[in-house]
Nanobody
Framework: QVQLVDTGGGLVQAGGSLTLSCAASVTSGSIFRINRGAWYRQPPGKQRELVATIDGGLTHFADYVQERFTISINGHKNTMFLQMNSLRSEDTAVYYC??????????????WGQGTQVTVSS
């Protein structure tokens, strides 16, 4: 069983920074790795939207976070990050990680984190 856990959300003033983490784990203790990943967010009263993606060395960012957010996966391929700088009130949302995780038993499957709340005060 693969699990993704989002952490790092919180309350921050406009202009501040936060780093979100998405830690993958496998209950069986099997080896695993994150192959590709993405962060989405759902602002209050709105639909979920894509924030950033990472696939190998290639990253892509939505226009509304371009130049402010960075996405990365650590060298162990078990944790994904979203570094958010120059936060704005419109960045307030629940942030979700999404990742393709490979294990030798299950192959590659797609998983979602449970979400972490980011609130930016103006």
């Amino acid at each position: 069983q693969v699990q993704l856990v989002d952490t790092g959300g919180g309350l921050v003033q406009a202009g501040g920074s936060l780093t979100l983490s998405c830690a993958a784990s496998v209950t069986s203790g099997s080896i695993f790795r994150i192959n590709r990943g993405a962060w989405y967010r759902q602002p209050p009263g709105k639909q979920r939207e894509l924030v950033a993606t990472i696939d190998g060395g290639l990253t892509h960012f939505a226009d509304y976070v371009q130049e402010r957010f960075t996405i990365s996966i650590n060298g162990h391929k078990n944790t994904m990050f979203l570094q958010m700088n120059s936060l704005r009130s419109e960045d307030t949302a629940v942030y979700y990680c999404n990742a393709d995780v490979w294990t030798p038993v299950t192959g590659t499957n797609n998983y979602w984190g449970q979400g972490t709340q980011v609130t930016v005060s103006s």
